[in-house]
């Protein structure tokens, strides 16, 4: 799901992108965007959980929302660091009926010894151009620990728009987004979903959904490149923006790397996504898995396709 990253969750936010839980039925329509110059995918929340805030229809409907999420490890455009983060998130937002919105966000990396290791502030606005079409324009600062080992701790700043469109069938949205800060980079992220109810299947549980998505990310790979030159070439006395190697080891070469190919607009991630949303009172319980599959890495990344699971809980006040 969806809301301000970069989500994720990737554009998945991006970065809290904000829309209608979708009751009619039907499958998802799988996007054929490949023949578009370097295309893109994610979730632009950007972080893995940033996205599905934003997709929640307790986000939309309702002026003040806590979400907690629990993920077996963060990615950021399918990129992953060399040290396994199983995390916890946590997001206040409080959205106005004119469509304007604030939020506070933090992750926790388990095992990283920082008492947080990203923290996000955002602002946005939200607003309705067409019966069917909504756009949010909003910014996101990020925080990072001194030694954080995510990659992308260079990500200061974020500029982003997005445009939502609803097919009835199919729900699409497009956004771009600006990140500036130690790195400067481009991403546009294009996703497909759907959110249907199951009562057909299970009439006896009432508030039961099921969201699919597909998504693609493109976009320069400053940050990546960035991250690698950290992890590649350490300060003295430990690896890093801070003080200390990723953990689970690494950072202990000094080769230096030099790529072109961050410069320019590429694919960078291909995400599935399935969700189960059940709506009870003020909770909303959402488990959820996702598969991404990234491609046109760097020299030096080592990410690869992988699963990543993990479940949300909202509560609106």
Not at 56 to 72: D, E, F, I, P, R
Not at 107 to 119: E, H, L, M, N
Request: charged residues 10%.
């Amino acid at each position: 799901m969806h809301r301000p990253v970069f989500v994720y969750t990737m554009l998945q936010r991006i970065v809290f992108p904000v829309r209608a839980l979708c009751l009619s039925p039907l499958a998802l329509l799988f996007i054929s965007f490949a023949t578009w110059a370097k295309p893109v995918a994610s979730g632009l929340a950007i972080s893995d959980t940033t996205a599905a805030t934003a997709d929640s229809a307790v986000v939309q409907k309702n002026k003040l929302v806590l979400t907690a999420t629990l993920g077996n490890r963060m990615s950021f455009l399918g990129r992953t660091s060399a040290a396994k983060t199983p995390f916890v998130f946590t997001d206040l937002t409080y959205k106005t009926k004119q469509g304007l919105w604030l939020a506070a966000a933090t992750y926790q990396v388990f095992g990283s010894g920082s008492t947080i290791d990203q923290a996000e502030l955002a602002a946005g606005v939200d607003f309705t151009v067409a019966k069917k079409v909504t756009n949010s324009l909003n910014y996101t600062k990020f925080f990072f620990a001194s030694d954080s080992v995510l990659v992308n701790a260079s990500t200061s700043n974020m500029l982003s728009a997005s445009s939502s469109l609803d097919w009835q069938y199919v729900y699409s949205s497009l956004t771009y987004g600006y990140i500036f800060g130690q790195s400067n980079d481009h991403l546009l992220i294009l996703s497909n979903s759907r959110c249907m109810p199951l009562t057909a299947l299970l009439p006896s549980i009432k508030g039961l959904y099921i969201e699919p998505k597909v998504s693609i990310a493109a976009g320069t790979q400053h940050f990546a490149t960035t991250y690698s030159q950290t992890v590649n070439n350490p300060v003295k006395g430990g690896a890093g923006p801070g003080k200390k190697p990723p953990i689970g080891g690494g950072g202990t070469t000094t080769k230096t790397t030099t790529t072109t190919s961050s410069t320019g607009l590429q694919i960078m991630n291909y995400e599935f996504n399935l969700a189960l949303l059940y709506l009870r009172g003020r909770f909303t319980f959402e488990p959820y898995a996702r598969y991404a599959v990234p491609v046109n890495l760097l020299p030096d990344d080592t990410s690869k396709a992988s699963p990543f699971f993990g479940s949300h809980l909202y509560y609106t006040f």
